[in-house]
């Protein structure tokens, strides 16, 4: 599905060069719900950025379905966003001049669809979600939870080959969290959709099936949650603590 293969990418500042990431390789695999962690500055957002081609890497490779994405031109690119790639942020990013409904169809109606497939679409998912009956209502009207299980609909829409999310849960509580978490859980069991979320909770990420820590731009290591999510949550929380020279983040 996703084969990032020893990809690097560094920020200039006058004669200074940051590394920011270093020969990074990893695999997602189709179905599959795979987490990113790690300190403050280890490249995590770096990373999600460059797969997603919002920023362009140094070398290395980044294939989706086995096609190379750096090789695209612009044109290309907005296509790939559109169709194969579902983005979740963590300040939702909905129109607020939209209804919940109509802000879910957004990427059905930036490829001119038409409407009757689109509204069944969109209903599907907005019942999926457990946000049916607010489908009428705007981003101002709704909780931060309901807004972020709206923006996972709304990736949804196209059946995007893979869903980038950055921070889902950053501005929710934990119960709004949950929800969102478990958004991605059914999409995943009823849709078998793949996610790659980038996140500092550690709650969150217990859910995953794997979860790749970094750390000063390289892969630390990669934790696979075997069924005991308390048990994965335990793991997660030891490798970050070291991390963080035993404090937590």
Same mark, same amino acid.
């Given at each position: 599905?996703?084969?990032?293969?020893?990809?690097?990418?560094?920020?200039?500042?006058?004669?200074?060069?940051?590394?920011?990431?270093?020969?990074?390789?990893?695999?997602?695999?189709?179905?599959?719900?795979?987490? %990113?962690?790690?300190?403050?500055?280890?490249?995590?957002? !770096?990373?999600?950025?460059?797969?997603?081609?919002?920023?362009?890497?140094?070398?290395?490779?980044?294939?989706?379905?086995?096609?190379?994405?750096?090789?695209?031109?612009?044109?290309?690119?907005?296509?790939?966003?559109?169709?194969?790639?579902?983005? %979740?942020?963590?300040?939702?990013?909905?129109?607020?001049?939209?209804?919940?409904?109509?802000?879910?169809?957004?990427?059905?109606?930036?490829?001119?669809?038409?409407?009757?497939?689109?509204?069944?679409?969109?209903? @599907?998912?907005?019942?999926?979600?457990?946000?049916?009956?607010?489908?009428?209502?705007?981003?101002?009207?709704?909780?931060?939870?309901?807004?972020?299980?709206?923006?996972?609909?709304?990736?949804?829409?196209? &059946?995007?080959?893979?869903?980038?999310?950055?921070?889902? !849960?950053?501005?929710?509580?934990?119960?709004?969290?949950?929800? %969102?978490?478990?958004?991605?859980?059914?999409?995943?069991? !009823?849709?078998?959709?793949?996610?790659?979320?980038?996140?500092?909770?550690?709650?969150?990420?217990?859910?995953?099936?794997?979860?790749?820590?970094?750390? &000063?731009? @390289?892969?630390?290591?990669?934790?696979?949650? @075997?069924?005991?999510?308390?048990?994965?949550?335990?793991?997660?929380?030891?490798?970050?603590?070291?991390?963080?020279?035993?404090?937590?983040?």
């Amino acid at each position: 599905m996703l084969k990032v293969e020893h990809l690097y990418k560094s920020y200039r500042n006058g004669n200074n060069v940051y590394e920011v990431l270093k020969d990074v390789s990893f695999e997602v695999k189709q179905g599959e719900f795979v987490a %990113v962690m790690g300190p403050s500055g280890s490249g995590k957002t !770096t990373l999600l950025n460059c797969i997603s081609c919002f920023i362009p890497h140094d070398k290395g490779k980044i294939l989706l379905q086995n096609n190379e994405l750096s090789r695209l031109d612009e044109k290309q690119i907005a296509k790939v966003r559109n169709e194969n790639l579902g983005f %979740v942020f963590q300040d939702f990013m909905l129109l607020d001049g939209l209804t919940v409904f109509e802000n879910v169809c957004v990427p059905k109606v930036i490829r001119k669809e038409v409407y009757g497939p689109m509204e069944k679409k969109a209903k @599907n998912l907005l019942e999926l979600f457990g946000i049916h009956e607010i489908a009428d209502k705007y981003p101002a009207e709704i909780s931060g939870g309901q807004k972020q299980r709206t923006a996972v609909a709304r990736a949804l829409m196209n &059946d995007p080959l893979l869903i980038l999310a950055d921070e889902p !849960t950053g501005n929710l509580d934990s119960r709004s969290s949950e929800a %969102v978490i478990s958004a991605f859980l059914e999409a995943q069991k !009823t849709l078998n959709a793949t996610t790659f979320m980038v996140t500092h909770d550690s709650f969150s990420a217990s859910y995953c099936d794997r979860v790749i820590v970094m750390r &000063d731009g @390289n892969v630390y290591t990669e934790l696979v949650n @075997n069924g005991d999510r308390k048990k994965f949550l335990e793991q997660l929380l030891d490798i970050l603590k070291n991390l963080n020279g035993g404090e937590q983040e």
